[in-house]
């Protein structure tokens, strides 16, 4: 008698699913393609404007990305100590660690990207990138060009801080093109422009799409997506797929179907970066209690929504990190109104003090006004070591017990 | 071990750390004690750190709301539970309808739990049990001020080598358990009555080191440690009750 073979069924190249993982794997085949026919190529931070390297037609690599692939499939605590031997605290981000290591040995089974020859850095996510990125400028002997966007302790972008952050991304684009001899059109950045209006339009529709119940999809699939929100909201390819995405919500909101694979029980909105090293054993433990997360702020950070040049500059000063606490909080409270949230997860990042600082104020509010429990757990984007699978487990059924009680049980 | 979901019919306690043995042996003794046999009970309730392990367990609930549970059944006006046990510490915040409504716990570390005690009890060379008697004894509290387990460890040694009194340290250790418990209760917010659950509940020190921090009196019992049990004990009745069958 022959083993049964349980076959996997091959991607459908037609889904959100396909298109979008192509074009995450496509941007370092890209990059290394440029770099091998010589062009120059980058490193970029996160919230980077990546509408300047698209508009200059640059390719460039996300050490963040990298980072948290080369966590999600094993090789962060590896990388980690190779900067811990080089000197770097364990108390700095496991990005930052990660990426400093690779850049050194330049090679790794999990996720290899070209060197770069130069860097783009923009502390509105964190001011940890900036040293960071001026060691790699040090290390590499390569341009680092910055983009200051201080943290707005207002609610609101004032035109000062437009006017401020605005002359910075001239100066970098004067920069860059001086340095690549590349050149920056209006009629090429109208077109980004739009590609990126289109991708974050679609994006911001497909996340909504959550306000059904059950919701129609699971929502760690938006930590696999917004990497391409991150780094490829310029291209057409994303605007495609992404409106792929939405119009597969629709149908499955449509037909009761999810991406969510058990019965929706409770409804979470999870609040941090995701733990990659535990991916697994931290949706499980969600999943095998009919926990869906429905939604995250990913889901309206990534929406940039603008319509000429100084809009885009405001936009890159509003991202959740840069925003002071009130404003990032009432973002938080719609999201988790519009999606009928029962409870908060938040995982206390070692990596990422800035994050985790603000979340237990914010937490407090946010419970308080939604009448919703909140949890943290501890854990590390990307340090395995930072992470206990029976401590986090007693958080989430707590979390869970207390969900059921609302609802008359347990 | 309950009957009918509110006589008490056997306790029993054992400090042990590995897998589920202690809970094995503990559920043997019990019976025994009761003169009763496994047949005997209707459901068995795990909680803590084991309770997916335990073989013979027909549920599992988390002790965060076992200790609600067991709190409320013997304190219904209780409000706020700080539980300190071995492993964590955490505050329940009850609401007025006597359900747990929010959670908060320890992060990092061992700091703040009862691990912290045993270790500090331990190059004490005392019972952990010893401590309350000879932090009241204290008149100087010293200050130990590392988060770390093993950091205080070397605190409380240089402290001792530099002439302070063994009382005054262990004061000081108290008031750091108690210090760290205290931000826990602070950040969910306060609400009266406050009962005191879990091990730690029985050191007195810690207790009134977190009644000076939190301005409140703290309200415990000598059963404290087995409140968890006791409201999985409950649980297991309320499932039976539900299931609608119960052995006479």
């Not at chain 1, 919500?249 to 694979?261: I, K, P």
Request: net charge negative; proline share 3%; charged share 25%.
């Amino acid at each position: 008698m022959s083993n049964e073979v349980k076959k996997k069924s091959p991607p459908d190249p037609n889904s959100a699913k396909f298109k979008l993982g192509k074009i995450a794997t496509d941007a370092y085949v890209d990059a290394q393609a440029a770099k091998d026919r010589g062009e120059m190529i980058g490193w970029c931070s996160s919230n980077f404007p990546v509408e300047i390297p698209e508009t200059l037609g640059l390719a460039v690599c996300y050490p963040e990305n990298q980072a948290a692939g080369i966590a999600a499939r094993g090789g962060g605590e590896r990388l980690c100590n190779i900067s811990e031997d080089d000197g770097y605290s364990n108390d700095i981000c496991a990005y930052a660690r990660i990426n400093l290591a690779y850049a050194k040995i330049k090679d790794t089974p999990e996720q290899n990207m070209p060197q770069p020859d130069f860097l783009l850095c923009c502390n509105n996510i964190c001011n940890c990138m900036i040293k960071w990125y001026e060691n790699l400028a040090k290390n590499l002997n390569i341009p680092m060009i910055i983009i200051d966007i201080p943290f707005n302790p207002d609610y609101e972008v004032s035109d000062a801080q437009v006017a401020y952050v605005k002359a910075q991304f001239l100066e970098a684009i004067k920069q860059l093109e001086e340095l690549t001899g590349k050149k920056w059109t209006e009629e090429k950045f109208q077109e980004v422009m739009e590609y990126s209006g289109r991708t974050s339009r679609a994006w911001l529709a497909a996340t909504s799409e959550a306000k059904h119940t059950p919701s129609p999809f699971n929502g760690f699939d938006l930590l696999n997506h917004m990497a391409v929100m991150v780094t490829a909201r310029g291209k057409k390819e994303a605007a495609e797929a992404m409106e792929v995405l939405h119009k597969e919500y629709l149908e499955n909101v449509e037909t009761g179907n999810s991406t969510f694979r058990a019965e929706e029980k409770h409804r979470i909105m999870f609040e941090g970066i995701a733990c990659w090293p535990y991916l697994r054993a931290t949706s499980t433990g969600l999943k095998s209690r009919g926990i869906n997360m429905v939604t995250t702020i990913y889901a309206d950070a990534f929406g940039f929504i603008y319509d000429d040049f100084d809009g885009m500059v405001k936009a890159y000063c509003n991202v959740p990190n840069a925003m002071n606490l009130e404003h990032a909080r009432d973002k938080r409270v719609k999201l988790i109104k519009d999606n009928h949230v029962e409870g908060l997860l938040v995982h206390t990042n070692r990596s990422c003090k800035l994050w985790s600082g603000f979340m237990a104020e914010m937490s407090r509010q946010i419970s308080e006004e939604c009448e919703i429990p909140h949890v943290a757990f501890d854990g590390d984007q990307a340090d395995p070591r930072n992470f206990s699978e029976a401590q986090y487990e007693t958080r989430v059924q707590g979390l869970t017990e207390i969900m059921e009680s609302k609802k008359g049980g347990c | 071990m309950l009957e009918d979901g509110e006589r008490i019919i056997g306790t029993e306690l054992l400090v042990a750390g590995i897998g589920t043995v202690g809970a094995e042996k503990i559920m043997e003794t019990v019976l025994k004690k009761a003169d009763l046999s496994c047949d005997d009970i209707d459901f068995v309730m795990a909680t803590g750190y084991g309770r997916r392990n335990f073989d013979p367990a027909h549920g599992e609930l988390s002790e965060l709301s076992c200790h609600a549970k067991g709190v409320l059944f013997t304190n219904p006006q209780v409000r706020t539970i700080i539980d300190i046990g071995g492993q964590d510490a955490k505050v329940l915040r009850i609401n007025d309808e006597g359900i747990l409504e929010n959670f908060m716990m320890n992060d990092k570390c061992a700091a703040g739990t009862g691990r912290f005690l045993d270790v500090m009890a331990h190059i004490l060379q005392m019972p952990v049990n010893e401590l309350e008697k000879r932090a009241e004894l204290s008149g100087n509290p010293a200050k130990i001020s590392s988060t770390c387990t093993v950091f205080a460890e070397s605190e409380v040694i240089s402290q001792l080598a530099t002439g302070e009194t063994v009382e005054n340290v262990i004061a000081g250790i108290c008031n750091s358990v108690a210090s760290r418990v205290a931000g826990l209760a602070k950040r969910i917010g306060i609400k009266e009555e406050v009962f005191m659950s879990g091990g730690v509940a029985q050191n007195g020190g810690v207790r009134q080191a977190l009644e000076k921090e939190l301005k409140v009196p703290i309200k415990w019992s000598e059963t404290s440690q087995m409140m968890g049990a006791l409201g999985a004990a409950i649980s297991a009745y309320e499932q039976v009750k539900k299931r609608g069958v119960l052995n006479e």
